[in-house]
């Protein structure tokens, strides 16, 4: 079964529009806030997928994302993004052993 991916476009710094791939979204319960976990699927110089995030309001019909501006809502996202990374590594380090 193949797995759909969800899409938005957003324009660049230089007014260039860019395709964007949701990664995952999230509610928090510390900020009572949605978030959303994207990539523009580039690198950067060490090869590593560039990710960001944004609050989102999943009930909108239009989605505005907006900045994430508090030192708290990054360190949760960054643990969220971390555990994941371990999940993944453990699944893959699982599967090479077989």
């Known amino acids: ?6 899409t938005f476009k957003v324009f660049d710094d230089e ?3 860019v395709e964007c791939e949701v990664l995952f979204t999230f509610e928090s319960d510390e ?6 976990v994207y ?6 110089e060490e090869g590593n997928t560039k990710v960001y995030a944004s609050i989102y309001e999943p009930d909108k019909d ?7 501006e508090t030192e708290k ?4 996202i960054e643990t969220i993004l971390n ?4 999940s993944a590594n453990a699944t893959k380090n699982g599967e090479d052993e077989q």
Do not use: A, V
């Not at 079964?1 to 969800?6: A, L, P, R, V």
């Open 1 to 6: 079964m193949k797995e759909e991916k969800m």
């Open 15 to 17: 007014g260039k529009e």
């Open 31 to 36: 900020t009572g806030k949605n978030y959303m």
């Open 39 to 44: 990539t523009d699927n580039t690198t950067d």
């Open 62 to 68: 239009e989605t505005k994302l907006e900045p994430i």
């Open 73 to 76: 809502e990054w360190k949760i």
């Open 83 to 86: 555990e994941l990374q371990e």
